[in-house]
């Protein structure tokens, strides 16, 4: 059984920082495309942050450019997100995702992900 699961989110303060993590089992991801969505309750789910399978291309959303890093360790079958200067905007449920199909390009589509985590809670207090 595939599963996603993240980790290192939590309450804290404008300006601070977090790391998000997203441990792979069940099946490897060395070959695959993952990314980071967040989701507000009543909103769609928005695209954060997206890495290809060696990490050498990624693309973030505008929003977070510049203050959110995705990187991957293949060896651990895990992706990170490490958010800076957070902001009260950037609360919201954080899922992980991975893209089924090996080899493929950056993409912020959700609908190009198969497998999804539960999601972990940011919330950044003004």
């Known amino acids: 059984q595939v599963q996603l699961v993240e980790s290192g989110g939590g309450l804290v303060q404008a300006g601070d920082s977090l790391r998000l993590s997203c441990a792979a089992s069940g099946r490897s991801f060395s070959s695959n495309t993952m990314g980071w969505f967040r989701q507000v309750p009543g909103k769609e789910r928005e695209f954060v942050a997206t890495i290809n399978w060696n990490g050498d291309s990624t693309y973030y959303a505008d929003s977070v450019k510049g203050r959110f890093t995705i990187s991957r360790d293949n060896a651990k079958n895990s992706v990170r997100l490490q958010v800076n200067i957070l902001k009260p905007e950037d609360t919201a449920v954080y899922y992980c995702?991975?893209?089924?199909?090996?080899?493929?390009?950056?993409?912020?589509?959700?609908?190009?992900?198969?497998?999804w985590g539960q999601g972990t809670q940011v919330t950044v207090s003004s």
């Open positions: 995702a991975a893209d089924r199909h090996p080899f493929r390009k950056v993409h912020a589509d959700w609908r190009e992900y198969d497998y």
